[in-house]
């Protein structure tokens, strides 16, 4: 199964029966994660349900989300993959538990039967949010993977509880309030996203990723919510008396061991590639395991610098895949209208709509297709990192005090020159050197960076009862973790920690609208612990970011990849709104009408506009984020 809802009526309300068409309801618009069919169970005020994903894996079970153990049952709602379940059923076989059915749901309920929760999340290798309410103790347990690859939202006012995989299952119940967080409106601008427990809307929140949260019935409905208590988190602890040749060894070891184990028997598995190292790094290791004839599937834009489509052929010449490729000239205000009702949140990260435009190119192929994300994250192949540690040597030199005497002054005064050469943009490292290394990194990883925000955001954001975005503490906190002296272990603590999790909303949201499953084996939690082993300067070195992985793999690979600099994959936003999106923007965005001017200062808007359009500028990616708002908002307000 791959959507699970479910509600719960509370305090005055806790009488009232959960109608099974609300259910119903509730699970219709969320069918493109499980087409097949659905399941409920109802119980007075409680409705559970989930879709399911096929159409004969539950042919065998007398109910595909219940299970009894002795007097106690248990109702399962799993959304996902539990890649070592063969290995969890051999533990469990050997304990004398007799399966009924293949299904990852039916081992979940064993594994809550046989350990409890606590004992049984860190034995599970997958990706996966569920639900599970256990009758003995009325109580709902809420979990998500290490990571959060797998959604899950809950909303609650007075009258009642309400959960689903994606926030448009929620506002499918009637009554809902869309009471929008202005918190979240700032999170929107320095994260291209809402992250963390937070959502678009007031009255909803998501499960954070590597936690379980309980939540307690009684007669009056929700009584006690205790948690999250987090039973995963990234803990690196570098190693440093290995040699270049055992941790070449140990790199590709682990990857073959996750490939095989996600792969497991499922026939015609196929990769994205994007001729970028970490996806072509999969592409060799399925070659490896003798995956013959490989579906992979590549874009590309006519716009030469987001185009790679190059590469990836090289990669697919060198393991023989079998290619399918596109060179897209999508119709951009179409395509930014399918982005919106797929990302039920504010969602404007530029690599979002080619992730969409791939999985539909798989989705016509294969149901299943291995990808390089989390490589960047584990491995340090972030071009900000490289040059971030530049910078930190330069702050190494000087007292802290000196620094925002000297710096910070001269960064209020320096123009921002994003249309000039990067030789000239000093603006960004002259307030980078006045801050300590965490809180650099955390303005670099900012979308929209404070001084401009400060003028994009409208006065309501300027009062005593707004409260700020707290992004940027996430950021340096995380940062601050591990050992002061080690800047870039600091970097990808923060990378993992607070920008991963977001990062893989697109992956979920782009494969599931396209009935596509994605297996990412840099997100094993084996490879993230491998990772946190390698010492720092194996990943960084000479100016090359992924050193060490480079150098594991690159005997395999042609010579024109070696040492090819990173390439985003991402949109030509700039282009877009000074052409086929220019005169929307300026209608809707700008226009009497516009929904977002009671959250962004217009004249602010209008003015980046100008100077974008006029070539003065380089603001496409905030344009783009402003108008993705203001479509939004005419979709889900």
């Avoid at 995956?291 to 190059?310: H, R």
Wanted: proline share 5%.
């Amino acid at each position: 199964m791959s959507a699970i809802f479910g509600v719960v009526y509370c305090n005055e309300n806790a009488s009232r029966p959960v109608e099974p068409a609300t259910l119903r309801e509730m699970g219709a618009v969320l069918t493109h994660r499980g087409k097949n069919g659905d399941a409920h169970f109802v119980k007075g005020n409680l409705g559970l349900g989930a879709c399911l994903w096929a159409e004969t894996l539950f042919e065998h079970a007398e109910s595909p989300i219940e299970y009894h153990f002795g007097e106690k049952t248990l109702i399962v709602l799993l959304d996902g993959e539990i890649y070592n379940s063969d290995e969890l059923r051999e533990e469990l076989e050997d304990r004398e538990v007799d399966f009924q059915t293949e299904e990852d749901t039916e081992l979940f309920a064993y594994l809550y039967a046989e350990y409890g929760l606590e004992r049984m999340l860190p034995k599970i290798r997958g990706k996966f949010a569920a639900v599970v309410w256990d009758s003995v103790e009325n109580v709902l347990f809420f979990v998500r993977d290490h990571l959060g690859q797998k959604p899950l939202y809950y909303y609650q006012d007075d009258e009642k509880f309400l959960f689903a995989s994606e926030i448009k299952g929620i506002l499918a119940h009637p009554g809902v309030k869309r009471e929008i967080n202005p918190t979240a409106i700032e999170d929107y601008f320095i994260m291209n996203c809402v992250p963390g427990e937070r959502s678009i809307y007031r009255h909803v929140k998501k499960v954070q990723h590597g936690s379980w949260m309980k939540f307690q019935l009684g007669s009056r409905g929700i009584e006690n919510v205790l948690g999250p208590f987090r039973y995963w988190k990234f803990s690196p602890q570098p190693d440093e008396s290995l040699e270049v040749e055992e941790w070449e060894d140990r790199i590709q070891d682990q990857l073959v061991e996750t490939v095989t184990m996600m792969k497991g028997e499922l026939p015609g598995t196929g990769a994205f590639l994007s001729g970028g190292l970490d996806s072509s790094i999969v592409v060799a290791v399925q070659s490896r395991l003798g995956c013959e004839s490989i579906p992979t599937f590549s874009i590309g834009f006519k716009e030469s610098a987001f185009n790679e489509l190059q590469y990836a052929e090289l990669i697919s010449d060198r393991f023989g895949t079998d290619m399918f490729q596109e060179i897209v000239e999508p119709d951009a205000v179409e395509e930014l209208q399918n982005l919106v009702e797929c990302y039920d949140e504010p969602y404007s990260d530029p690599s979002a709509l080619p992730m969409l435009l791939v999985s539909r190119l798989a989705a016509h192929h294969v149901s299943v297709v291995f990808s390089g994300d989390g490589g960047d994250e584990c491995f340090a192949g972030y071009a900000r990192q490289i040059h971030d540690l530049k910078e930190d040597c330069i702050r190494a030199l000087i007292p802290g005090f000196l620094r925002r005497l000297i710096f910070a002054p001269a960064a209020a005064i320096y123009p921002k020159l994003d249309f000039m050469p990067r030789i000239f943009r000093w603006k960004t490292a002259l307030t980078n050197l006045s801050l300590s290394a965490a809180e650099a990194y955390a303005n670099s990883v900012s979308f929209c960076r404070l001084p401009l925000r400060k003028k994009l955001l409208a006065p309501l954001f300027r009062t005593q009862d707004f409260i700020p975005s707290d992004v940027g503490k996430q950021y340096v906190a995380a940062f601050n973790e591990v050992d002061p002296h080690d800047t870039l272990l600091g970097m990808q603590m923060a990378e993992i920690s607070v920008g991963l999790p977001e990062a893989l909303v697109k992956v979920d949201r782009a494969s599931m609208n396209c009935g596509l499953e994605v297996r990412s084996p840099f997100l094993d939690t084996k490879v993230l612990e491998l990772a946190g082993q390698i010492p720092s300067d194996l990943k960084i070195r000479d100016g090359l970011g992924k050193w060490i992985l480079r150098k594991s793999f690159e005997p395999q690979f042609p010579m024109k990849l070696k040492s090819r600099p990173k390439q985003g994959f991402e949109l030509p936003t700039d282009a877009w709104l000074r052409g086929p999106l220019k005169e929307v923007f300026r209608d809707e965005v700008l226009g009497p009408n516009s929904t977002i001017s009671q959250w962004v200062d217009i004249n602010t808007a209008r003015k980046l506009f100008q100077e974008h359009t006029q070539g003065i500028g380089s603001y496409g990616g905030i344009l783009w984020s402003l108008m993705f708002l203001e479509k939004w908002m005419q979709r889900w307000m």
